[in-house]
Nanobody, 124 residues
């Protein structure tokens, strides 16, 4: 049984930093796109950063580019999201997802496996 588990969410003041991690059991990330999504109340779930685990290729949504960094640890088989200069608008539940053959990585449709989500709350 495949499980993705996120960790590292929490509450932080605007301008602060948090680091999220995603680990997998029953799955090897090597040939998967791993994406961090977020879903805020009243908004659709959307991708903020993606990494192809095998090569390290990565891309970011414009709303987080320059502030968030996605990375992989091939030894620990984890994918992390370093979030700096957090803004109020970054408040959301963050999910990691893994999929192959992903078309538009920002959309949730092509992902096979999902974590349970972790809350990130940014306050003023």
């Amino acid at each position: 049984q495949v499980q993705l588990v996120e960790s590292g969410g929490g509450s932080v003041q605007a301008g602060g930093s948090l680091r999220l991690s995603c680990s997998a059991s029953g799955l090897t990330f090597n040939t998967y796109f791993v994406t961090w999504f977020r879903e805020a109340p009243g908004k659709q779930r959307g991708g903020v950063a993606v990494i192809y685990f095998g090569s390290g290729w990565q891309e970011y949504d414009g709303s987080v580019a320059g502030r968030f960094t996605i990375s992989r640890d091939t030894a620990k088989k984890t994918v992390s999201l370093q979030m700096n200069s957090l803004k109020l608008d970054d408040t959301a539940v963050y999910y990691c997802a893994a999929g192959r053959g992903v078309g538009n990585w920002r959309q949730p449709y092509d992902y096979t496996y999902w974590g349970q989500g972790t809350q990130v709350t940014v306050s003023s």
